[in-house]
């Protein structure tokens, strides 16, 4: 069933890069998005999308932020609730939280992003094939993944609730596409209900506005100690006018340390106006560099890939600055290097 107008879209993330490619496909076919880091942006958009940074928190601090954000957000028509596609986070405590704040009547739960090799069969979460919480996610020392299973997830107090299975895109599409009354639902997701939910509730697809691509340097941040991200820094090591911060390959003891080092070193380099754009992988990692720059929100301007959001930001000398940003899995090896030259020129 589809409506005759255009609702207004609230995405709550529990980090950053779910907040920003939450709100990315919506862009893509025309409308306007703003992202809040903590609170809801000050810029009107048809999509807000706030990150709780939840995530790094602990689960009673993840409970209050989520309950706290959706009282705020469940005025707007369609609401959907990110969660990370390989089950990271305090998924169940902020699905609580969640559903008693927003006077929503039933949950929707389907985590697949069939584009990025995660899907769901039989209620269960795969990464490339491999049960999530037997894959490399469920030996993350920072977030681990302990559970495979969606209902395992979903507190006992949320009653009505439909688990998606969904291998294909279009699949998760045509199951989204179908069920009524969308605005008594919570929909929690990752970029591929996105997607599925922006091809149903954005009647007519625009293109976003063509943009100009910058001559200025590109400085990229590898927090992550993801494989694929170093795999993807080494591909762009050889790129001229790129400056490329990364962190070791293998996690370190103190790994708060590691990213604090890092984004302070990215912060400074970022006061000089030779640059024009920030990519980061990992959510914590852009988040730590905007702490230091002081950017509280910013807005998204397109899709360099699925799950791979263009944002822009205003810094306080009023420089505006590109922000790039995926997860550290996300991407084939050139995923960094085609990012840098869509920035540099074709970014449609």
């Known amino acids: 069933m589809r409506t005759n107008h255009q609702p207004s879209i609230a995405v709550l993330a529990d980090d950053l890069t779910s907040a920003a490619d939450g709100a990315a496909p919506f862009v893509a076919r025309g409308l306007t998005a703003s992202i809040g880091r903590g609170r809801l942006p ?120 439909t688990l998606l299975d969904a291998v294909t895109q279009e699949e998760l599409d045509s199951q989204i596409a179908s069920i009524e009354d969308p605005a008594s639902i919570l929909w929690v997701g990752s970029p591929g209900m996105a997607t599925a939910l922006s091809r149903r509730f ?34 762009l090591q050889e790129s001229s006018g790129v400056m490329l911060l990364r962190g070791p390959r293998a996690r370190e003891g103190d790994s708060a340390a590691v990213l604090r080092r890092l984004a302070q070193d990215a912060a400074r380099e970022l006061q000089s106006s030779r640059f024009g754009a920030l990519i980061a992988t990992g959510g914590d990692t852009m988040d730590a560099i905007l702490d230091l720059l002081n950017v509280r929100e910013f807005e998204i301007l397109q899709e360099l890939d699925p799950g791979f959001p263009l944002g822009l930001a205003r810094l306080g000398d009023g420089r505006s600055l590109l922000l790039a940003m995926k997860a550290g899995g996300f991407g084939g090896d050139d995923a960094l290097e085609r990012a840098v030259a869509r920035i540099r020129g074709a970014t449609q």
């Open 42 to 161: 000050s810029r009107a958009a048809a999509v807000i999308a706030v990150d709780s940074g939840s995530r790094s928190a602990t689960a009673s601090q993840a409970f209050e932020r989520a309950a706290r954000l959706t009282d705020r957000l469940a005025g707007r028509g369609v609401l959907y609730k990110t969660v990370d596609s390989t089950l990271r986070g305090h998924i169940a405590e902020e699905l609580e939280a969640c559903f008693a704040a927003s006077g929503r009547k039933s949950l929707v739960f389907a985590p697949a992003f069939p584009q990025a090799g995660r899907t769901t069969v039989r209620g269960i979460q795969f990464v490339d094939g491999i049960s999530v919480s037997e894959s490399a996610y469920g030996h993350d020392p920072v977030h681990p993944v302990r559970h495979s299973a969606l209902v395992d997830l979903v507190p006992n107090c949320i009653k009505n609730v």
């Open 202 to 235: 954005v009647l007519a697809k625009s293109l976003p506005p063509l943009l100009d691509g910058i001559s200025s340097d590109v400085l990229v941040a590898i927090g992550s100690a993801n494989l694929r991200s170093h795999q993807q820094a080494d591909q």
